[in-house]
């Protein structure tokens, strides 16, 4: 009798073990079979993958089946030590640069910036574009028949001017909320003296890259954000202006990415493409409402655009293609 009962306490002993042993223990399943016991969690954790050569191999081969969108897949015969070039990132950036015609020298924003005044109140930002004109936009104007104002740089030294009609000036206002300011006398210590600001020659196309940069007044520095140029119908569109009333067809819409609950009075902040200043802000940021876009008007160095335009035209060869 005690021989039996020996052999069940063994055999209860076994399974009960058996099965703390299986508690411990997940399963894979393979290809060809049922699921099979492996490794219990402990052994899991513990677990480093070890980089073998075939594991590296394996590594480079998957890379190259997918490149980065954007980019071209690396060729085989391409150095090992070949870095691909990172994408475009969007979001905050750092100060833009601009830079000057004839020296080619870049100078950081913040030195550019006037804050522009009127009956002694702050009404918008301007750009100093050369070493005896201002730009702006009409919208910063409540006063048409004052064409008086006075500005300060980013040292607090004042400046005084008028406005001008812009034929008198090198520009070529795309829009004519254009607006131009002619300095009495120009400004002291300025990068610009001699010179001239770069603007762009030609027209920015659909999802160009900008940096859409914002005059902090509160800390006298500038914020600045990485953007592109949205097409003129999604504008109209977010804006609910299918007529095209606020946002003319001679305007460019900038994609906003920064959610502000307000308005940012950015009305004069210029928009930089390629270090080259080429638009001046008419509403603000997310102005009137958050829409994700905001509104430039174009600004061009009329004398640059036409020749641009001059070579354009020899270049296509025009006369061939008549005959």
């Known amino acids: 009798m005690q021989r039996p009962l020996w052999i069940f306490q063994i055999l209860l002993f076994v399974v009960l073990a058996n099965e703390a042993r299986s508690a411990k223990t997940h399963y894979h399943r393979y290809m060809l079979a049922s699921y099979r016991s492996q490794h219990n969690p402990k052994t899991q954790m513990d677990y480093k993958r070890r980089r073998t050569g075939t594991g590296m191999q394996n590594n480079q081969v998957a890379q190259e089946e997918e490149p980065v969108q954007g980019e071209q897949s690396e060729q085989s015969e391409q150095p090992a030590q070949d870095v691909p070039k990172p994408r475009l990132r969007y979001g905050t950036s750092q100060e833009p640069v601009v830079l000057m015609t004839k020296s080619q020298k870049k100078v950081p924003l913040h030195e550019l910036m006037v804050r522009i005044y009127q009956h002694n109140e702050y009404i918008c930002m301007g750009t100093v574009i050369s070493e005896k004109l201002v730009v702006t936009t009409s919208t910063c104007f409540e006063d048409a028949s004052n064409d008086v104002v006075t500005m300060k740089m980013y040292n607090n030294e004042a400046l005084d001017g008028h406005r001008i009609p812009l034929n008198q000036t090198f520009l070529k206002g795309a829009d004519p909320l254009l607006v131009?300011?002619?300095?009495?006398?120009?400004?002291?210590?300025?990068?610009?003296?001699?010179?001239t600001v770069?603007?762009?020659s030609t027209e920015l196309e659909n999802y160009e890259p900008i940096e859409l940069p914002l005059w902090i007044r509160s800390r006298h520095n500038i914020h600045s954000q990485r953007s592109f140029v949205l097409p003129l119908q999604e504008c109209l569109h977010r804006m609910k202006d299918p007529g095209a009333h606020v946002a003319t067809r001679t305007m460019i819409c900038a994609k906003n990415m920064k959610f502000t609950s307000q308005c940012q009075l950015a009305i004069g902040n210029p928009l930089i493409h390629a270090e080259m200043i080429c638009g001046i802000n008419?509403?603000?940021?997310?102005c009137p409402a958050f829409t994700g876009v905001d509104l430039y008007i174009r600004i061009y160095d009329a004398l640059d655009f036409s020749i641009r335009g001059m070579e354009l035209i020899k270049n296509s060869r025009i006369e061939d293609t008549i005959l």
Do not use: F
């Open 282 to 286: 008419v509403a603000g940021h997310n």
């Open 180 to 195: 131009a300011i002619e300095l009495s006398n120009p400004p002291k210590n300025s990068s610009v003296i001699d010179d």
């Open 198 to 200: 770069k603007l762009c």
